[in-house]
């Protein structure tokens, strides 16, 4: 059974770069039928896409959020990793990794999601 | 770039069924579509791929009672026999050139 589970700090601090990892297992983050995702849920608001790689590295951003955004994979680990740079209060949020199909890229696995408060 | 639009609540009394919409902006009437379920404090969970032709495919343990079709720009998520653990958030979900577009999402209270 495929699972992801998000990690990194539940604090940081405005204008500092958020980071965290998805970590993938019973699958292997190197297949080449899958993207892998990154979405985030302000508290009480919707879902918002933030960016998704291939395991060779390739890259899709939101464009609202690409100036600040890197999503990077380590196959060696079976991990994806992302950074967003700049955080104000505004990029509190629960933070879900995902897996995407590859010919159909819609979410089909999700982790359980890590909250991110961004305060001084 | 697809818009997908969403009433934001709906209700039905446990044990009916309810019908919920998810609408595909001008000119991406034919894309496939996700739908999700969160329930209250959880993560989301794929529920199924719709077709435009209502065809339908879903994800592993997910009960006969949730069902999927297509009318036009319109992708339907039915829920029937409703039960307590339906009360949720539902979300869409589609793609074009390379970027992931999500629905507001309907709050469905069960009554």
């Known amino acids: 059974q495929l699972q992801l589970q998000e990690s990194g700090p539940g604090l940081v601090k405005p204008s500092e770069t958020l980071s965290l990892t998805c970590t993938v297992s019973?699958?292997?983050?190197?297949?080449?039928?899958?993207?892998w995702g990154w979405i985030r849920q302000p508290p009480g608001k919707g879902l918002e896409w933030i960016g998704s790689?291939?395991?060779?590295?390739?890259?899709y951003y939101n464009p609202s959020l690409k100036s600040r955004v890197t999503i990077s994979v380590d196959t060696s680990k079976n991990q994806f990793s992302l950074k967003l740079s700049s955080v104000t209060a505004a990029d509190t949020a629960v933070y879900y990794c995902a897996r995407l199909e590859l010919e159909l890229p819609l979410c089909d696995y999700w982790g359980q999601g890590t909250l991110v408060t961004v305060s001084s | 770039q697809p818009v997908l639009t969403q009433s934001s609540s709906a209700s039905a009394s446990l044990g009916s069924s309810v019908k919920l919409t998810c609408t595909l902006s001008s000119g991406h009437s034919s894309y496939i579509i996700a739908w999700h379920q969160q329930q209250p404090g959880k993560a989301p969970r794929y529920l199924m791929k719709?077709?435009?032709?209502?065809?339908?495919n879903k994800g592993s343990g997910v009960p006969d009672r949730f069902s999927g079709s297509s009318s036009g720009a319109d992708r339907y998520l039915t829920i029937s026999n409703l039960q307590s653990e339906d009360e949720a958030d539902y979300y869409c979900?589609?793609?074009?050139?390379?970027?992931?577009?999500f629905g507001g999402g309907t709050k469905l209270t069960v009554l």
């Open positions: 719709l077709e435009g032709s209502g065809s339908y």
């Open positions: 019973g699958g292997s983050i190197s297949s080449s039928s899958y993207y």
């Open positions: 790689i291939y395991y060779s590295g390739s890259t």
């Open positions: 979900e589609t793609w074009d050139s390379n970027t992931q577009v």
